[in-house]
């Protein structure tokens, strides 16, 4: 079992950064691939990005490209989300995820998740 904990959300203008956090305790932490997913209100669960167990390769949806970046610090059990330049479209619900099964955009490849923070976006 992986137990993740998601932190970091809040209120920010447009164009402004936030970073997100997601805590990760129980089994080994450095085997998963974490990913970040995000829902809006109305909306379906949608991939964000996600970073492999070795910390290198890293996927991002297109519409976050180039504004966020996902890093991982395995002595602290620990992925981020860093977001710049955001937009109020990226309001919504962040969650990590652990995964074993390598990069993926799929929810179904993802086993455990956290709780959700919420992002808003202020225009």
């Known amino acids: 079992q992986v137990q993740l904990a998601d932190s970091g959300g809040g209120l920010v203008q447009a164009g402004g950064s936030l970073r997100l956090s997601c805590a990760a305790s129980?089994?080994?932490?450095?085997?998963?691939?974490m990913g970040w997913f995000r829902q809006a209100p109305g909306k379906e669960r949608g991939f964000v990005g996600c970073i492999s167990w070795s910390g290198g390769p890293t996927l991002y949806a297109d519409s976050v490209k180039g504004r966020f970046t996902i890093s991982r610090d395995d002595a602290k059990n620990t992925v981020y989300l860093q977001m710049n330049s955001l937009k109020p479209e990226d309001t919504a619900v962040y969650y990590c995820a652990a995964g074993a099964k390598g990069l993926s955009s799929t929810r179904l490849s993802y086993d455990y998740w956290g709780q959700g923070t919420q992002v808003t976006v202020s225009s």
């Open positions: 129980g089994r080994t932490f450095i085997s998963y691939t």
